[in-house]
T-cell receptor, first 123, second 113 residues
Framework: GAVVSQHPSWVICKSGTSVKIECRSLDFQATTMFWYRQFPKQSLMLMATSNEGSKATYEQGVEKDKFLINHASLTLSTLTVTSAHPEDSSFYIC???????????????????FGPGTRLTVL | AQSVTQLGSHVSVSEGALVLLRCNYSSSVPPYLFWYVQYPNQGLQLLLK??????LVKGINGFEAEFKKSETSFHLTKPSAHMSDAAEYFC???????????FGQGTELSVKP
């Protein structure tokens, strides 16, 4: 249980184009999803926290208009990198957690489960 | 403010040897602590977590960690390393507001045959 998927697993795009990355919780309802960015050989940097049905909360220094986050349902959040540039090239990872108490077929709410990541390369 | 510090960006052990990865935390409230493992080009997999129950926590793949409040530590151990344990390991503390995770810098574990 507690499986999170991301699509695509990798993407190459031209500078100036927009790229959408999907994050899905496959077997549980995720009231909260998180988006991270990871540079090579570095730790994860939280970009934003997304709660279903409300606007995302962005971390300091993260451009809201550049990294658009939508959390329209309890199983899907999307990150759109708008007008991508080479410096946006990175590994993007999402995670999901349930806001409900843990139980049968429901992961504990204090734990984040991570997707496999999306490698974005902007040419 | 909450934070975690992982001592040693790279640890190398021989196959069969003890694995010890160090993590110290800073928190003004009782912390929720986590260890995650990341294999190359993959997401993070939860190894184990501490949520104020038993101080010795057992996780997957033979790993365990002990919460020591007096030392503000949550070190990860495994009695006998396998080649398949080679990966990046992250310690994290859950922020007391909003549930976001604050990660350490990561420790790369190498296992020599």
């Amino acid at each position: 249980g507690a499986v999170v998927s991301q699509h695509p697993s990798w993407v190459i795009c031209k500078s100036g184009t927009s790229v959408k990355i999907e994050c899905r919780s496959l077997d549980f309802q995720a009231t909260t999803m998180f988006w991270y960015r990871q540079f090579p050989k570095q730790s994860l940097m939280l970009m934003a926290t997304s709660n279903e049905g409300s606007k995302a909360t962005y971390e300091q220094g993260v451009e809201k208009d550049k990294f658009l986050i939508n959390h329209a349902s309890l199983t899907l959040s999307t990150l759109t990198v708008t007008s991508a540039h080479p410096e946006d090239s990175s590994f993007y990872i999402c995670s999901a957690s349930s806001g409900l108490a843990g139980g049968e077929n429901r992961p504990p709410r204090d734990t984040q489960y991570f997707g496999p990541g999306t490698r974005l390369t902007v040419l | 403010a909450q934070s975690v510090t992982q001592l040693g960006s790279h640890v190398s052990v021989s196959e069969g040897a003890l694995v010890l990865l160090r993590c110290n935390y800073s928190s003004s409230v009782p912390p929720y602590l986590f260890w995650y493992v990341q294999y190359p080009n993959q997401g993070l997999q939860l190894l184990l977590k501490y949520t104020s129950a038993a101080t010795l926590v057992k996780g997957i793949n033979g790993f365990e960690a002990e919460f020591k409040k007096s030392e503000t530590s949550f070190h990860l151990t495994k009695p006998s390393a396998h080649m398949s344990d080679a990966a990046e390991y992250f310690c994290a503390v859950r922020h007391n507001q909003g549930g976001k995770l604050i990660f350490g810098q990561g420790t790369e574990l190498s296992v020599k045959p």
